[in-house]
């Protein structure tokens, strides 16, 4: 069974710092796409950044030059660098797995407050 598992999360003031880190389980990481997605309070659920098996990244347009995307297959792990936070960026972020099958984390919860 396939486990996806995000930490990192937390407080952080306008202009700091986060990364997220998300471990896979159950199953063979290299052959997954990779997404970070949110969720703010009434919002939609959006996609943040991806990454595909092979290193191809996208981002949205609202953190674009700011996050990150990164993997790294010897560890299972997908990465996501935010940088230049800002209030609008606080939301649940869901790291998600897709291949043949998609797959959820749980959320960690990113607020950007002073």
């Known amino acids: 069974q396939v486990q996806l598992v995000e930490s990192g999360g937390g407080l952080v003031q306008p202009g700091g710092s986060l990364r997220l880190s998300c471990v896979v389980s159950?199953?063979?990481?290299?052959?997954?796409?990779m997404g970070w997605y949110r969720q703010a309070p009434g919002k939609q659920r959006e996609l943040v950044a991806a990454i595909t098996s092979g290193g191809i990244t996208n981002y949205a347009d609202s953190v674009e030059g700011r996050f990150t995307i990164s993997r790294d297959n010897a560890k299972n792990t997908v990465y996501l660098q935010m940088n230049s936070l800002k209030p609008e960026d606080t939301a649940v972020y869901y790291c998600?797995?897709?291949?043949?099958?998609?797959?959820w984390g749980q959320g960690t919860q990113v607020t950007v407050s002073s």
């Open positions: 159950g199953s063979i990481f290299s052959i997954y796409d």
């Open positions: 998600n797995a897709q291949f043949r099958l998609v797959y």
